[in-house]
């Protein structure tokens, strides 16, 4: 299993960025994918989830409004689009999945929110 996420960035307040993570060796189209974040310090918080056939979604009550979720099985990524950006977005947000009982994860990718 592989998960490689991209886009982050600086952004200013009010900015927008587009998260992406591509995905290899399993069959994408057959499990669940998630967006989530970490501050240093504090635990990593689920941000936003969708199904696999990409029919149900998911958002922490913070994001709501401002992230969509979404994802494309035909070229196996999942895209996390995030509008309105406050500072208290900054964090390392990171794409995930449970495969084999096992929860994986990507590297990760840095968005800072600052004027």
């Known amino acids: 299993v592989q998960l490689v996420e991209s886009g982050g960035g600086l952004v200013q307040p009010g900015g927008s960025l587009r998260l992406s993570c591509a995905a290899s060796g399993f069959t994408f189209s057959n499990y669940d994918m998630s967006w989530y974040r970490q501050v240093p310090g504090k635990e990593r918080e689920l941000v936003a989830f969708i199904s696999s056939a990409g029919g149900s979604t998911k958002y922490a009550d913070f994001v709501k409004g401002r992230f969509t979720i979404s994802r494309d099985n035909a070229k196996n990524t999942v895209v996390l689009q995030m509008n309105s950006l406050k500072p208290e977005d900054t964090a390392m947000y990171y794409c995930?999945?449970?495969?084999?009982?096992?929860?994986?994860w990507g590297q990760g990718t840095q968005v800072t929110v600052s004027s």
């Open positions: 995930s999945t449970a495969f084999q009982l096992s929860r994986r």
